[in-house]
């Protein structure tokens, strides 16, 4: 079966950055595109970024363009986020999901890690 698992989560201060990991298993992992979004308490789910798996090409949403880069690794199964410059307003569950050709829904998704931006 499909399995993601995120990782790389942690509390930082404002300025600071984060690489999150996404770690995929039991299929043909260069069958999906791989997105990752992110929910904050009180917050309905956000899309943060998408990288197709024909063509490496990306999708990022305004809130985070120019601060994330995301990058995938076909040796190691691996979709990465790069977060630079954190803002408060980045806290949130971060969460990985299988996509078709970052068609913007998730199909499979991984448990989440947790980014705290705090002073």
């Known amino acids: 079966q499909v399995q993601l698992v995120e990782s790389g989560g942690d509390s930082v201060q404002p300025g600071g950055s984060l690489r999150l990991s996404c770690k995929a298993s039991g299929f043909a992992y260069s069958y999906y595109a791989i997105g990752w979004f992110r929910q904050a308490p009180g917050k309905e789910r956000e899309r943060v970024s998408c990288?197709?798996?024909?063509?490496?090409?990306?999708y990022y949403a305004d809130s985070v363009k120019g601060r994330f880069t995301i990058s995938r690794d076909n040796r190691k199964n691996t979709v990465y986020l790069q977060m630079n410059n954190l803002k408060p307003d980045d806290t949130a569950v971060y969460y990985c999901a299988t996509e078709d050709e970052c068609a913007g829904t998730g199909l499979h998704w991984g448990q989440g890690t947790q980014v705290t931006v705090v002073s």
């Open positions: 990288i197709r798996n024909r063509d490496d090409s990306t």
